[in-house]
């Protein structure tokens, strides 16, 4: 049997043929080829896509080509009967389009033997078409070897299998290509990135967004270990579970966050660097997703949008969210409505958020449980997190805690955080460990606290520290605060750089003195001051008419935390300020902390009011901050009762600075309450 070559079979089914089987590979991603290269293709699972004519210039075209292959087809011409029966096939009318194929077999044309299989695969006869398969793969078919690879693949038989779509795949037929490199993966093959590659740069979408899914986890893994970047979800923090001094409070409503990604701009172009787009790996995993989302993959939109969005380039990732929701990814409409969000349009980002969670998005029902909530539309929220665990997100029960909580629903609230602690939520075991531990439960928080912190959560491992330093066991709590303070934890690291300064390693204490101010922490920014102040030399006295110095490094995070309501750090800002001169700055400082309620920001404000003349405020102050244990002030007004010949009142105050102290303020106090004595006796 002498077969034919495909090019005059390709030539005779022109243009309308051609594009279809462009576009078919672009629609089906595990297809089989009806024709070598000639006719559309056809999935395996027995459908035959549709891809009628889109014109009525194009109907007239088929219509014509049909006649004339028919005419030909009469006259025995082969490549007639073959290019007759590919197009009956297309269209669905398998008897007559199987006695033109069947009729083409015989003459030696292998396109068609690869159709009939088709046709019999159609029908309901696999074994029957991977005979023809093979006939045509044989003769050097790549569409018939990817059909026939496929074939073994379904019945279990790899390694035939892999024979044959090699065979296509060495051929260039991207399917082939495609179903080689799936079947490698499967059996986690090396060479399967290799196929991926060569099916994807000929177009396969699904090839292209498979290998970038495959760079960006290598690049991921490269750059940040196993647990770095990648789409998936991520939960918001709950907040700490304790302040500094120890005590419990709230947890922080959740707000997870889980935008996986979109895309939307063409560019079928092979992958290159620049753009904007970054370099290695992780940059072609991006043009890779580019190309596929070009092609209308919604997943690969769905990534790309994720690398956008990562990048900062927002208004590009929203494009191609949006572009990827339209096509109905759940997971995009999420992520459109969060940056939605975030860019201050809350009404749109919940009609997003309303159609994802419809689609059974439990992230997208979450968020609308948290914007319901914001506003105090507690049924409304508690429905849309039930939504949330129903569609199997573990952090609707979660938010469920959290709500019953803010309501003093405390037992509901131990109920749903014990639920979503139970299915492994790491934040609902540490909120659980703090419910527990309020309650006066500390036998049963701390196993929670535990699992918690060993499955990442920061405040757990922060709470377990708070725990042993109370029962003080330094060492352990040290263990626990380090753990905390080098995934970021604020409160941790101020903890851990009191400890250092404790032990006089101030180059430690000062790194993670640093870490907490930076992070907010208006205590750690006070006592980095302090080591930064006690390092600095004298400045010496003023000089009037001299220039105000440039604030120091030091005064800047005092000021820091004087701006965050810290007193002490008010107080040493107002005493550097009146160093330089500035004394109405110094005046503004001392009066914001004495009232607050610090008696050495009331005794300096005193002190500053005195000297301008006004020692009727200045006693005012003086006398708040002897009532809160100040010596000083104590003595202040003793003096300022003598001068005014108030004696008793003097020996009253004096009788207060003895009491207070310090002790040379004592003595001072003692001879002035002894000289007030005398005079009052004499």
Avoid at 194 to 212: C, D, F, I, N, V
Wanted: proline fraction near 3%; charged fraction near 25%; charge should be negative.
């Amino acid at each position: 049997m002498v077969f034919m070559g495909d090019r005059a079979t390709l030539l005779e089914t022109g243009r309308f043929v051609q594009r279809h089987a462009r576009n078919a590979a672009d629609e089906i991603i595990e297809a089989v080829p009806a024709v070598d290269a000639v006719v559309d293709t056809t999935s395996l699972s027995g459908t035959v896509p549709d891809a009628g004519p889109e014109t009525e210039a194009e109907t007239e075209a088929e219509a014509e080509a049909e006649g004339r292959h028919r005419r030909a087809a009469e006259r025995g011409d082969t490549d007639a009967m073959s290019a007759l029966g590919a197009l009956l096939l297309r269209r669905g009318d398998l008897d007559a389009a199987e006695s033109f194929l069947r009729a083409a077999t015989a003459e030696g044309d292998r396109a068609a033997a690869n159709n009939l299989g088709v046709l019999l695969h159609q029908r309901g006869y696999p074994d029957e078409a991977a005979g023809w398969w093979r006939v045509a793969a044989v003769a050097g078919s790549a569409p018939a070897a990817h059909a026939l690879g496929r074939h073994h693949r379904e019945r279990g038989d790899e390694p035939a299998a892999e024979y044959w779509l090699r065979q296509a795949a060495e051929q260039g037929h991207a399917l082939g290509a495609y179903a080689l490199a799936d079947l490698l993966e499967h059996r986690s093959d090396v060479g399967a990135e290799r196929w991926l590659r060569a099916a994807a740069e000929q177009g396969h979408r699904e090839a292209a967004y498979r290998l970038a899914l495959a760079l960006e986890r290598r690049a991921t893994e490269t750059l940040r270990g196993p647990h770095a970047y990648g789409p998936a979800a991520s939960a918001g923090r709950v907040g700490h579970a304790y302040d500094t001094a120890g005590r419990l409070r709230a947890a922080d409503p959740l707000r997870t966050v889980e935008p996986p990604r979109a895309a939307e701009r063409p560019e079928a172009a092979p992958p290159r660097t620049g753009d904007g787009a970054a370099a290695g790996p992780l940059g072609e995993a991006e043009q890779w997703f580019r190309q596929a989302a070009a092609r209308g993959h919604r997943r690969a939109a769905l990534h790309l949008g994720a690398l956008l969005e990562q990048r900062g380039e927002l208004k590009e990732a929203g494009r191609w969210y949006l572009s990827s929701a339209k096509e109905g990814e759940a997971k995009a409409a999420c992520a459109l409505g969060f940056l939605l969000r975030d860019a201050g349009d809350e009404e749109s980002a919940a009609v997003w958020w309303l159609r994802a969670a419809q689609d059974g998005d439990g992230n997208a029902a979450n968020a609308l449980g948290a914007l319901h909530a914001a506003r105090g539309e507690q049924q409304t929220a508690e429905r849309w997190y039930r939504a949330a665990m129903d569609a199997g997100d573990v952090n609707g029960a979660y938010n469920l805690g959290l709500l019953c909580a803010a309501q003093d629903r405390l037992p509901q609230a131990e109920q749903w955080y014990r639920r979503a602690a139970y299915a492994g939520h790491r934040e609902a075991a540490n909120a659980l460990a703090v419910l527990l531990l309020q309650a006066g439960d500390a036998g049963g928080a701390e196993p929670w606290f535990s699992k918690a912190a060993e499955a990442g959560s920061v405040d757990a491992a922060f709470n377990l520290g708070i725990i042993h330093a109370g029962r003080d066991e330094d060492r352990s709590a040290l263990a626990w605060y380090e753990r905390a303070a080098a995934a970021g934890h604020t409160e941790a690291a101020l903890q851990v750089g009191i400890a250092a300064l404790r032990d006089g390693d101030e180059q430690t204490a000062e790194r993670h003195l640093r870490c907490a101010a930076g992070g907010g922490s208006a205590e750690a920014a006070f006592r980095l001051a302090t080591l930064l102040d006690a390092r600095r030399p004298d400045p010496g006295p003023v000089v009037l008419g001299a220039p105000v110095d440039q604030k120091t490094e030091c005064e800047e995070w005092y000021e820091r935390a004087a701006q965050q309501g810290h007193r002490r750090a008010q107080v040493r800002v107002g005493m550097l300020a009146a160093g330089r001169g500035d004394l109405a700055g110094a005046a503004r400082w001392y009066r914001e902390a004495a009232e607050a309620g610090s008696r050495n920001g009331a005794f300096n404000l005193g002190l500053l009011l005195a000297r301008e003349g006004s020692e009727r405020e200045a006693a005012l102050w003086w006398t708040r901050a002897a009532r809160a244990g100040h010596g000083r002030a104590a003595l202040r007004l003793a003096l300022l009762a003598a001068r005014r010949g108030e004696l008793s009142e003097g020996r009253k105050w004096c009788a207060h600075a003895v009491e207070l102290g310090p002790a040379e303020v004592a003595e001072r106090a003692a001879r002035l309450s002894e000289a007030l004595h005398q005079e009052l006796t004499a």
